[in-house]
C-alpha cells in the first residue's frame, strides 16, 4: 500500500469513527448560547405510538411528542409508514450510559464496522432541542459527533443539526444530554425488554451486542391501546 492509500484509509476510518453517537456531549456553555432549546414545553402524546417488535426481546411502545419536536416525529413515522426500519436492529448498547441505540439500514448486513454510519434517503433534521430532562425511557434522536481539536468531522454546529433516522432509549437519567439531544419520545410499555436488552452481552471495543438484536418491524398504532405509563 502505498502513503497516498494509507492515508486516504486512516482518513475514513477517523470520519466513521465521528460519525454517530451519544456519548458523552463535549459542548461547552459557548457552544450552546446560540442553540435555541424550547423551554416549559409540556409533553402532548400523539394519537399514534410506535411498537418496536423485536425477534427476541418482544415489544417496546413508545410514545411520540409533535408539540416538542415536530420535525423529528415527522421524520420517524415517515420512516415507520415505509417500512425503512424492518429488519434493522439495535445496533450499539452503551452499558456505562445505559442506552440502547437502532434505526441504522446498514444495521441490516453482517458488517459490523458500519452500524452508526447510516442515514435514511432525506435530509438530515435540524435539532430541536427542549428542556425536557432525558430520563429512564426517554426516547432521543441520534446524531454525529463534531470533531474535535479540528480533527475531520462536522463541526458543533454541523453535529447539532445532523439527526436523520437513528434513535435511542436512555435507560436511566443522563443530564449531560439534556438540551444537547432532541427528545421525541417516551416508553409506556415493554421498558423492561429494553433493560434486557441494555444488559446483553456486547463487544467492549465498539458496544456492538455480541448477537444481533433484530428489529422485526415498528408499526404505529392507537395511542387509547397501551397503559399511560410503563413504570
Do not use: W
Not at 409508514?81 to 441505540?101: C, K, M, P, V, W
Not at 422485526?216 to 405509563?229: C, E, F, G
Amino acid at each position: 500500500m502505498n502513503s497516498y492509500s494509507f492515508l486516504r484509509m486512516v482518513f475514513a476510518t477517523l470520519v466513521l469513527l465521528s460519525f454517530f453517537g451519544c456519548n458523552k456531549p463535549t459542548n461547552t456553555n459557548a457552544d450552546l448560547e446560540n442553540v435555541n432549546v424550547r423551554t416549559g414545553v409540556k409533553p402532548i402524546a400523539d394519537a399514534e405510538v410506535a411498537v418496536i417488535e423485536t425477534e427476541k426481546y418482544g415489544e417496546i411502545v413508545v410514545e411520540l411528542y409533535p408539540n416538542v419536536a415536530p420535525l423529528m416525529v415527522e421524520r420517524f413515522k415517515k420512516l415507520v409508514h415505509e417500512g425503512f426500519y424492518d429488519g434493522t436492529t439495535f445496533h450499539r448498547i452503551n452499558q456505562e450510559s445505559a442506552l440502547i441505540q437502532g434505526g441504522d439500514p446498514l444495521s441490516r448486513d453482517n458488517d459490523p464496522a458500519n452500524d452508526g454510519s447510516g442515514d435514511s434517503p432525506y435530509p438530515n433534521v435540524p435539532a430541536e432541542f427542549s428542556d425536557l430532562p432525558f430520563e429512564r425511557g426517554s426516547l432521543g434522536a441520534a446524531r454525529r459527533e463534531a470533531s474535535e481539536g479540528g480533527g475531520p468531522g462536522p463541526t458543533e454546529a454541523e453535529a447539532r443539526d445532523s439527526a436523520n433516522c437513528q434513535f435511542f432509549i436512555t435507560m436511566q437519567r443522563e443530564p449531560d444530554f439534556d438540551e444537547d439531544y432532541t427528545l421525541f419520545g417516551r416508553v409506556i410499555a415493554g421498558l423492561g425488554n429494553a433493560e434486557i436488552i441494555m444488559r446483553a452481552p456486547v463487544e467492549p471495543e465498539t458496544e456492538t451486542p455480541a448477537d444481533k438484536i433484530v428489529i422485526k418491524r415498528i408499526t404505529l398504532q392507537d395511542r387509547a391501546r397501551y397503559p399511560l405509563s410503563s413504570k
